[in-house]
């Protein structure tokens, strides 16, 4: 079982629609989570952090962490042509002693017009 | 502006040459800096945690003596890809905190 898993995509959604991105991990006792965006060619840049059971809203995104069932999710409101690019979630494992982050494969959204 | 800097920002070199990238924190000291390689349509891969003032931790599979990593002050830490191979061909991102540097592709004829 990989330590973190995303569906590969691609997601699909019209422009305006709610984008979600669903992310499971393995390690019951990771502390922290996190989305990154990646365009291609590009290295990631951080869109949100999490580290309690519930939501986090932060303009259009809202992340949402369910540590009972192990999985943290991103939903992008509005989604734009723009948005369209890898979305990676990330963990810090107990395993690792939280110093770690562990990346899922990423799930490729694609917002068209 | 990037809190990370990392550079060169692309290689491309001979086979059997040994190649240096350089990953700084700009406004931060950071005792522990992460490299990670990623394969064109895959996730990143973490090879190594640099640490500061000891040696680097290795993740299971990586050759430690491939990808020597030097992390001699608290701000610069750097990955040097020995004898580098068409395989070694991939981009290297390095990172600090939850913020990473924009990356390093290197392109190994």
């Known amino acids: 079982q990989k330590e973190v898993e995303q569906n590969s995509g691609p997601l699909s959604v019209p422009e305006g629609a709610i984008a979600s991105l669903n992310c499971t991990y393995s390690?019951?006792?990771?502390?922290?989570f996190f989305w990154y965006r990646q365009y291609s060619g590009k290295s990631p840049e951080l869109i949100m952090s999490i580290y309690s059971n519930g939501d986090k809203e932060d303009g259009r995104f809202t992340a949402q962490l369910n540590k009972a069932s192990q999985y943290v999710s991103l939903l992008i409101r509005d989604s734009q042509p723009s948005d369209s690019a890898t979305y990676l979630c990330a963990v810090t494992p107990l395993s690792s002693g939280y110093n770690k982050l562990i990346f899922g494969a990423g799930t490729r959204l694609a917002v068209h017009p | 502006g990037a809190v990370v800097s990392q550079h060169p920002s692309r290689v491309i070199c001979k086979s059997g040459t040994s190649v240096k990238i350089e990953c700084r924190s700009l406004d931060f000291q950071a005792t522990t800096m992460f490299w990670y390689r990623q394969f064109p349509k895959q996730s990143l891969m973490l090879m190594a945690t640099?640490?500061?003032?000891?040696?680097?931790?290795?993740e299971q599979g990586v050759e430690k003596d491939k990808f020597l990593i030097n992390h001699a002050s608290l701000t610069l830490s750097t990955l040097t890809v020995t004898s580098a191979h068409p395989e070694d061909s991939s981009f290297y991102i390095c990172?600090?905190?939850?913020?990473f540097g924009s990356g390093t592709q290197l392109s190994v004829l």
């Open positions: 990172s600090a905190r939850d913020e």
């Open positions: 640099s640490n500061e003032g000891s040696k680097a931790t290795y």
């Open positions: 390690d019951r006792g990771s502390q922290s």
